[in-house]
């Protein structure tokens, strides 16, 4: 069964702390791993995407993969309020062919 | 920029009737993806299309169809709608790449 897990929140983080948003997945064979924030209302936006184990940086968001623990994480420095949305990990895997496969978010709420 | 947009941002449809929601993106991305997205169900992939007239079901395909005349437009068909398919209706496009790009999306309400 493909699974991606996320905690759902909500994730409280005061203005200007890290925020730390985790993802995990369950096939050894996904490669290529996305996130996207999106907004009440709104569609999601890519916001990351990362390919390689390692640390993935991109102004204040780092995203980082760990393929022998299958896990995937978003950290977000110096939050804002504008931060505050519902973040989705999603993932590639073979068997999904081109598709992805998504987790049902994580809402963040940065206050100030 | 890539840009995907979608035919309407609300529509409101009766029980029984045909409803089509269209897509067209302008980045001449193979990929085109259809989904619905519910409170506490997350974003769930109905249908996607990896080339013209080529389609591939998704999770929840049941109820739906799609058509891929041209390579920048996917429609998303609900031959008999129902009210359980009251919902946000997405529509995404990729290059080979995998990271997809999505439209504004669809709040569809089924009465």
């Known amino acids: 069964q493909k699974e991606v897990e996320q905690n759902s929140g909500p994730l409280s983080v005061p203005e200007g702390a890290i925020a730390s948003l985790n993802c995990t997945y369950s096939d050894r064979g996904s490669q290529s791993f996305f996130w996207y924030r999106q907004y009440s209302g709104k569609s999601p936006e890519l916001i990351m995407f990362i390919y390689s184990n390692g640390d993935k940086e991109d102004g204040r968001f780092t995203a980082q993969l760990n393929k022998a623990s299958q896990y995937v994480s978003l950290l977000i420095r110096d939050s804002q309020p504008s931060d505050s949305a519902t973040y989705l990990c999603?993932?590639?895997?073979?068997?999904?062919?081109?598709?992805?496969?998504f987790g049902k978010g994580t809402t963040l709420s940065v206050s100030s | 920029d890539v840009k995907v947009t979608q035919s309407s941002r609300y529509l409101v449809k009766r029980t029984g009737e045909k409803v089509f929601l269209e897509c067209v993106q302008d980045m001449d991305h193979e990929n085109m993806f259809w989904y619905r997205q519910d409170p506490g169900l997350g974003l769930r992939l109905i249908y996607f299309s990896y080339d013209v007239k080529m389609k591939e079901k998704g999770d929840i395909p049941e109820g739906y169809s799609v058509s891929r005349e041209k390579k920048e437009r996917f429609s998303l068909i609900l031959e008999s709608a129902s009210t359980n398919q009251t919902s946000m209706y997405l529509c995404?496009?990729?290059?080979?790449?995998?990271?997809?790009?999505f439209g504004p999306g669809t709040r569809l309400t089924v009465t």
């Open positions: 995404a496009s990729s290059a080979d790449g995998y990271e997809q790009y």
């Open positions: 999603a993932v590639n895997t073979p068997q999904a062919g081109t598709a992805l496969i």
